[in-house]
């Protein structure tokens, strides 16, 4: 691929399958059928108005880097989608336009991954999955998994990093369509009494940090793997501030506490095992506040397991 984002080692005189992704990625045109696709979504508007630490409109350009260099193992098949820019300020038009992207990677029948910016990103995630579906969202029953320290289902007059995931319970309203939300590695620090009661209200299914970090993974993980049975597909959207901070200090929110690598690592799999993950994205990418790059890394490798073949 002819773009210097795209570049790495090469290990030619090594014997055996030397791939890297950098060798493996193509850019997606209309003849890319599926596999899986990168989509960048280089914003923080979302991050500024929710009084965060902007610097994640940088994200997916660190994430691709750390992912160009990793050896591609069974990944054989990848696309890059490009970036949907948010450089004016109009956060509403931007997740419009990234929903458009999302629905046309995914009507050539392509997984895609979305590199964030903030977790703003995960409304433009749901709308572009529900254009996609369109009338048969009606007789699915798509499930949201969020791994993150907060709910993101705070109020606002206008859409922040802080309220996707309550404007999609308002447009599940809307279209009559069930709300399902599941969230991983919650803060009790992170949100306030406030924020748990409207996600009870909703009937939000959520594991506190110190509770995934105090229960068997084996039992977390069959509590999962039953839930995965009742549904049809799955949107999977990954907040980087769920880690403890010294595994993603390049975040908006830094955790003091967070959910272990490993388990996140464990669950994601076990979605991905599944055959019904549909749409996937990664937020939270602040390269301005990184430290060696780990945080990109840390992306990285999520990002790898998540694009592994079925």
Not at 88 to 104: K, M, N, S, V
Request: glycine share 10%; charged share 25%; hydrophobic share 40%.
């Amino acid at each position: 691929m002819n773009d210097p984002i795209w570049t790495g080692r090469l290990d030619e005189d090594t014997a055996g399958d030397t791939r890297r992704l950098h060798q493996v990625v193509q850019p997606f045109d209309a003849t890319v059928t599926g596999g899986s696709a990168l989509i960048g979504f280089a914003c923080d508007e979302g991050v500024r108005r929710n009084h965060g630490r902007i610097g994640a409109a940088q994200g997916p350009y660190a994430i691709r880097r750390m992912l160009a260099n990793l050896p591609a193992h069974r990944i054989t098949q990848l696309a890059d989608a490009g970036n949907v820019v948010c450089d004016d300020g109009d956060l509403e038009r931007a997740q419009q336009r990234l929903a458009e992207r999302i629905a046309q990677v995914m009507g050539q029948g392509n997984l895609p991954l979305i590199l964030g910016g903030g977790h703003e990103v995960a409304y433009g995630s749901f709308l572009g999955i529900t254009r996609h579906l369109g009338a048969t969202l009606q007789q699915r029953k798509l499930l949201i998994i969020n791994f993150d320290a907060h709910f993101d289902l705070r109020t606002a007059d206008c859409s922040t990093s802080g309220t996707p995931f309550l404007q999609m319970a308002q447009w599940c309203e809307q279209a009559k369509v069930d709300f399902r939300y599941v969230c991983y590695g919650i803060s009790e620090l992170g949100n306030t009494p406030a924020l748990f009661n409207r996600a009870r209200q909703l009937d939000v299914q959520f594991h506190m940090d110190r509770d995934v970090a105090e229960r068997s993974l084996d039992i977390i993980d069959q509590e999962l793997r039953t839930q995965l049975d009742g549904v049809t597909d799955v949107y999977l959207t990954i907040d980087l501030d769920v880690l403890p901070g010294e595994k993603a200090p390049g975040v908006s929110a830094p955790a003091p506490y967070g959910m272990a690598l490993e388990k996140v690592e464990r669950l994601v799999a076990t979605i991905k095992s599944s055959g019904k993950l549909i749409a996937a994205d990664i937020a939270e990418c602040n390269p301005t506040y990184d430290r060696d790059g780990m945080t990109a890394r840390v992306a990285a490798r999520l990002a790898h397991l998540i694009l592994q073949p079925q």
